[in-house]
């Protein structure tokens, strides 16, 4: 028994050692900022020893000595030998022992990673499945940071809710956005979208004056730094600039021939008593398909058609799309999921038509489509599941939703032309259907009764998917503001404490930051910020957003974690500018964001190229810093009830949360 002891110790012993070295050698053929294995010699650590349990040195000290006696001998009698032999075993132990490379598909890279928003957006993102490349300076600040987060390096468990598939987490230490040769071309590999949580770091000096560490500064960090991103981009991941040049689509059902329109079937109000009609013809030149009917108010007052089933799943799409010739009226698109039990339940969604007669694109997104159940919006019906698509239709109604009256109905023939000349983009699948109703039976104010033709290009129905922003940049309510102010001393004087002490002029390279990425032809969103508190907040509560720089409030980091993840999985939110706050109203409080609500938040809001077209002015051009205000100033400022509010709010958070510490302390005594 002693000796098998002995025997268990010695062995243990020399994998031990064998492991400290191998360890050892490993760290040593892995670079800091990368993570491919190199040669190198053999480096003995005696620090490794002195880690090894106590039993295990002294069970197995013939081991041990025999190892280190090998390594002795070899090194003083055959030096070159030992290198060559050395870089040999190590490069041998180094791939027995690394592990399989993590994949990096469809990966976030996180700028910031490790700040206190940085690393809210990683777990949200690591959370929701998606790889996540953590772009950091300090490996070890990383690790710290992610590990009170319940993060790991590579795969992730689940939430513990169970919600979320756990994601994969890498992270790429050594990464400086002030140095462009730390932004290399395997940092960028497999990303598909960006996220900068940038900011400037400020600490105390080793004078012990308070400053920016290493020459961190916003004007290095903000702006130039989006700038060597946006450069990086271009050069290494062109796919990324490329991918958001144009909505991609896929024919699904084309619309051609006769044999195509064979999946087409009549479903006029005669089903209901009605004197309607219409047929879905392809167009004699052989262009695409023509809609034509007789519209007749008395009875139904709709005319339609439908698809037979198709049993479909188009959950990797955003919408359909269609290119079609009207005279003016307003059309409806019908989806049928997993209703055909149920005959009078359908999705829904409206498109125009020009009064000119002239072809249009429709694009109709999923979450344009509105539940409907006996000619009334199902506000208990779920939005609708691309992934479950079994029917789709074109009606012609006198209504609108809710026997709302359609504003362009006319009664009489109707023609509705699907264009075939040429390849365009996504489009709804939806069902072709003329009628004087809108939704919940409203009238439908472009309804006309009578004769009516719909051209539909011949390539038909096709699923598009548009582009998701590249780059979501967060920056800070204030900014746009602090631009227009200028130099204006008297303007500054009367705005919000921030604007007024703008510390390092901040605001101006937060801004300088926007204009940079907003002219980088990148799809992006801009998600400004209003005062980040995570002390003060209670409860959760709806969020507001809005644009042209106006909003005044707070929000907590988490809550811009959210903002941030919503915004990569949305079209919706590509190439807005916004500001964002906790509402603060009786009727937003104790309510929480979810999918609809976050889509209509970015649904609500304007393009930037369009703001002017809603009234908001063209963004400011960018302008220098203004001089820091005066110490007297400065006292002045940190005066103001705002400012005082803040602290106190602050204040009376900390000793809340000192409270609940010494509880849970005494509870675990």
Same mark, same amino acid.
């Given at each position: 028994?002693?000796?098998?002891?002995?025997?268990?110790?010695?062995?243990?012993?020399?994998?031990?050692?064998?492991?400290?070295?191998?360890?050892?050698?490993?760290?040593?053929?892995?670079?800091?900022?990368?993570?491919?294995?190199?040669?190198?010699?053999?480096?003995?650590?005696?620090?490794?020893?002195?880690?090894?349990?106590?039993?295990?040195?002294?069970?197995?000290?013939?081991?041990?000595?025999?190892?280190?006696?090998?390594?002795?001998?070899?090194?003083?009698?055959?030096?070159?030998?030992?290198?060559?032999?050395?870089?040999?075993?190590?490069?041998?132990?180094?791939?027995?022992?690394?592990?399989?490379?993590?994949?990096?598909?469809?990966?976030?890279?996180?700028?910031?990673?490790?700040?206190?928003?940085?690393?809210?957006?990683?777990?949200?993102?690591?959370?929701?499945?998606?790889?996540?490349?953590?772009?950091?300076?300090?490996?070890?600040?990383?690790?710290?940071?992610?590990?009170?987060?319940?993060?790991?390096?590579?795969?992730?468990?689940?939430?513990?809710?169970?919600?979320?598939?756990?994601?994969?987490?890498?992270?790429?230490?050594?990464?400086?956005?002030?140095?462009?040769?730390?932004?290399?071309?395997?940092?960028?590999?497999?990303?598909?979208?960006?996220?900068?949580?940038?900011?400037?770091?400020?600490?105390?000096?080793?004078?012990?004056?308070?400053?920016?560490?290493?020459?961190?500064?916003?004007?290095?960090?903000?702006?130039?730094?989006?700038?060597?991103?946006?450069?990086?981009?271009?050069?290494?991941?062109?796919?990324?600039?490329?991918?958001?040049?144009?909505?991609?689509?896929?024919?699904?059902?084309?619309?051609?021939?006769?044999?195509?329109?064979?999946?087409?079937?009549?479903?006029?109000?005669?089903?209901?008593?009605?004197?309607?009609?219409?047929? =879905? @013809?392809? %167009?004699? !030149? $052989? #262009?695409?398909?023509?809609?034509?009917?007789?519209? +007749?108010?008395?009875? *139904?007052?709709?005319?339609?058609?439908?698809?037979?089933?198709?049993?479909?799943?188009?959950?990797?799409?955003?919408?359909?799309?269609?290119?079609?010739?009207?005279?003016?009226?307003?059309?409806?698109?019908?989806?049928?999921?997993?209703?055909?039990?149920?005959?009078?339940?359908?999705?829904?969604?409206?498109?125009?038509?020009?009064?000119?007669?002239?072809?249009?694109?429709?694009?109709?997104?999923?979450?344009?489509?509105?539940?409907?159940?006996?000619?009334?919006?199902?506000?208990?019906?779920?939005?609708?599941?691309?992934?479950?698509?079994?029917?789709?239709?074109?009606?012609?109604?006198?209504?609108?939703?809710?026997?709302?009256?359609?504003?362009?109905?006319?009664?009489?023939? =109707? @023609?509705? %032309?699907? !264009? $075939? #000349?040429?390849?365009?983009?996504?489009?709804?699948? +939806?069902?072709?259907? *003329?009628?004087?109703?809108?939704?919940?039976?409203?009238?439908?104010?472009?309804?006309?009764?009578?004769?009516?033709?719909?051209?539909?290009?011949?390539?038909?129905?096709?699923?598009?998917?548009?582009?998701?922003?590249?780059?979501?940049?967060?920056?800070?309510?204030?900014?746009?503001?602090?631009?227009?102010?200028?130099?204006?001393?008297?303007?500054?004087?009367?705005?919000?404490?921030?604007?007024?002490?703008?510390?390092?002029?901040?605001?101006?390279?937060?801004?300088?930051?926007?204009?940079?990425?907003?002219?980088?032809?990148?799809?992006?969103?801009?998600?400004?910020?209003?005062?980040?508190?995570?002390?003060?907040?209670?409860?959760?509560?709806?969020?507001?957003?809005?644009?042209?720089?106006?909003?005044?409030?707070?929000?907590?980091?988490?809550?811009?974690?959210?903002? +941030?993840?919503?915004?990569?999985?949305?079209?919706?939110?590509?190439?807005?500018?916004?500001?964002?706050?906790?509402?603060?109203?009786?009727?937003?409080?104790?309510?929480?964001?979810?999918?609809?609500?976050?889509?209509?938040?970015?649904?609500?809001?304007?393009?930037?190229?369009?703001?002017?077209?809603?009234?908001?002015?063209?963004?400011?051009?960018?302008?220098?810093?203004?001089?820091?205000?005066?110490?007297?100033?400065?006292?002045?400022?940190?005066?103001?009830?705002?400012?005082?509010?803040?602290?106190?709010?602050?204040?009376?958070?900390?000793?809340?949360?000192?409270?609940?510490?010494?509880?849970?302390?005494?509870?675990?005594?």
């Amino acid at each position: 028994m002693q000796s098998i002891c002995s025997t268990r110790l010695q062995s243990k012993a020399s994998v031990a050692v064998r492991s400290a070295v191998t360890r050892r050698t490993v760290a040593l053929a892995r670079p800091a900022q990368r993570r491919t294995l190199t040669k190198t010699a053999v480096a003995f650590d005696p620090q490794e020893l002195q880690n090894l349990p106590k039993e295990v040195l002294l069970g197995g000290a013939a081991a041990l000595a025999g190892l280190v006696g090998l390594i002795g001998y070899a090194a003083a009698n055959n030096p070159a030998a030992d290198m060559a032999g050395g870089e040999a075993a190590a490069a041998e132990s180094a791939q027995a022992a690394a592990p399989a490379p993590l994949p990096r598909v469809n990966a976030v890279l996180v700028f910031g990673a490790s700040g206190k928003l940085g690393r809210k957006v990683v777990e949200r993102l690591v959370r929701s499945g998606r790889t996540v490349i953590a772009a950091v300076r300090s490996a070890d600040k990383a690790a710290e940071v992610f590990e009170a987060a319940g993060l790991k390096e590579g795969y992730q468990q689940p939430s513990g809710n169970g919600s979320g598939s756990g994601g994969i987490l890498i992270t790429a230490a050594g990464v400086d956005v002030t140095n462009p040769a730390t932004l290399s071309a395997e940092l960028f590999e497999g990303v598909t979208q960006v996220v900068s949580a940038l900011g400037p770091v400020a600490g105390r000096l080793p004078d012990g004056s308070f400053g920016y560490i290493d020459g961190m500064s916003p004007e290095r960090v903000e702006t130039q730094g989006m700038a060597n991103i946006v450069a990086a981009l271009a050069k290494h991941a062109p796919g990324i600039a490329s991918a958001g040049s144009g909505i991609s689509s896929s024919s699904i059902l084309p619309m051609a021939s006769a044999e195509d329109l064979a999946a087409w079937e009549r479903l006029d109000d005669v089903i209901m008593g009605g004197n309607s009609s219409s047929a =879905l @013809e392809a %167009a004699a !030149d $052989g #262009s695409g398909a023509v809609w034509k009917g007789d519209l +007749v108010v008395e009875g *139904g007052g709709f005319c339609g058609a439908r698809t037979k089933a198709l049993d479909m799943d188009l959950s990797g799409y955003d919408g359909l799309q269609l290119r079609v010739k009207g005279d003016g009226q307003i059309f409806k698109f019908n989806i049928k999921t997993d209703q055909d039990a149920t005959p009078e339940s359908t999705y829904q969604a409206t498109f125009d038509t020009s009064p000119e007669g002239d072809w249009t694109t429709v694009r109709l997104p999923w979450s344009s489509f509105v539940p409907v159940k006996q000619a009334q919006s199902d506000p208990n019906r779920g939005p609708l599941d691309p992934a479950r698509i079994s029917k789709l239709g074109l009606v012609l109604s006198r209504f609108e939703f809710n026997k709302a009256p359609h504003p362009s109905y006319r009664p009489g023939k =109707l @023609e509705l %032309a699907i !264009d $075939g #000349s040429r390849t365009f983009q996504p489009t709804y699948v +939806v069902s072709p259907a *003329g009628c004087r109703f809108e939704f919940n039976k409203a009238p439908n104010p472009s309804y006309r009764p009578g004769k009516f033709q719909l051209a539909i290009d011949g390539s038909g129905i096709s699923a598009y998917k548009a582009p998701r922003p590249a780059v979501v940049a967060i920056s800070s309510a204030g900014v746009e503001r602090n631009a227009i102010i200028g130099d204006d001393a008297a303007a500054r004087k009367a705005d919000i404490p921030i604007i007024q002490l703008n510390p390092g002029g901040v605001l101006n390279w937060k801004y300088e930051a926007e204009c940079v990425l907003r002219a980088s032809g990148l799809p992006y969103t801009v998600i400004r910020c209003t005062g980040l508190d995570d002390k003060g907040i209670e409860g959760p509560a709806l969020l507001e957003a809005d644009q042209g720089d106006t909003l005044i409030g707070v929000i907590s980091r988490d809550e811009a974690a959210d903002t +941030v993840l919503a915004a990569l999985a949305r079209p919706e939110a590509a190439n807005k500018t916004l500001e964002l706050r906790r509402g603060e109203g009786a009727e937003a409080k104790g309510k929480s964001m979810n999918e609809a609500r976050f889509n209509r938040l970015f649904l609500k809001l304007a393009l930037d190229r369009n703001r002017w077209r809603v009234g908001l002015q063209p963004f400011p051009r960018a302008v220098p810093p203004p001089p820091p205000p005066s110490e007297e100033r400065t006292k002045e400022i940190l005066a103001d009830p705002r400012v005082q509010a803040v602290k106190e709010r602050e204040s009376k958070a900390k000793e809340a949360e000192g409270v609940k510490e010494k509880e849970l302390a005494k509870a675990n005594a």
